[in-house]
């Protein structure tokens, strides 16, 4: 079984700072995907990053970056210069991978969200 | 690219009825997964499907049903409309398992 843990329930940084949202997980697959997902308050969910549990480097996509730590099983979201827009609930989620075996065929198992709240 | 799209975008229902929610992805995703969203929590698998005519059951299947006739769409099916099925159901579309699901931009559904 898979388990993912957000341990903060909100989080505030000041516009142009950086913020660090806590992701651990739990998992017996060998071989696992990690996600983060923006839910802004009109309700759709964006996906923002992917990393691979065989990926040699953590996964960056511009301001946004996975810092992901195998051992503790840990996949902490790093935004870095916050926007306003960037106000929102955040997602950490998982999934196995297609040679994990099993029948989880990539059902995602999501945490329970960061509300993320950027300061002017 | 679309991308994946849902309708309707809310619906109110009576309990009993039944309603489809209709969802399409134009990526040729073989993966696509039915989600519901309670308030104030993460995502729980409705139901899911690998490929054109192969589907089964996630974490929470009980009042719903689908069918995949074809690789674009997915319709998630509720018969007989209960009160706990209020929720936010979102579909999702991915390339290959493990890989990251699109998903469409939700229907906010109330049963009274």
């Known amino acids: 079984a898979q388990k993912i843990t957000q341990t903060q329930p909100g989080m505030f940084v000041q516009e142009k700072e950086a913020v660090t949202l806590d992701c651990t997980y739990d998992?017996?697959?060998?071989?696992?995907?990690l996600f983060w997902y923006k839910q802004p308050s009109s309700g759709e969910m964006i996906f923002l990053i992917y990393q691979g549990s065989y990926d040699q480097q953590n996964a960056t996509e511009g301001r946004y970056s996975l810092n992901f730590q195998k051992a503790r099983k840990s996949a902490n979201l790093v935004i870095s210069a916050s926007q306003l827009g960037d106000s929102a609930m955040y997602f950490c989620a998982m999934s196995a991978r297609p040679n994990a075996g099993g029948t989880s065929y990539g059902k995602l198992t999501f945490g329970q969200g960061t509300i993320l709240t950027v300061h002017p | 690219n679309a991308g994946v799209t849902q309708t309707p975008k809310f619906r109110i229902l009576k309990i009993g009825q039944s309603m489809t929610l209709q969802c399409t992805q134009d990526m040729n995703h073989n993966y696509m997964y039915w989600y519901r969203q309670d308030p104030g929590m993460g995502l729980k698998l409705i139901y899911y499907?690998?490929?054109?005519?192969?589907?089964d059951k996630g974490e929470v299947p009980n009042g719903y049903n689908v069918s995949r006739s074809t690789t674009e769409d997915f319709p998630l099916r509720l018969e007989l409309a209960a009160p706990s099925q209020t929720s936010v159901y979102f579909c999702?579309?991915?390339?290959?398992?493990?890989?990251?699901?699109?998903f469409g931009p939700g229907t906010r559904l109330t049963v009274l």
């Open positions: 999702a579309s991915s390339r290959e398992r493990g890989r990251p699901q699109f």
């Open positions: 499907s690998v490929g054109a005519g192969i589907t």
């Open positions: 998992t017996s697959d060998p071989s696992y995907g």
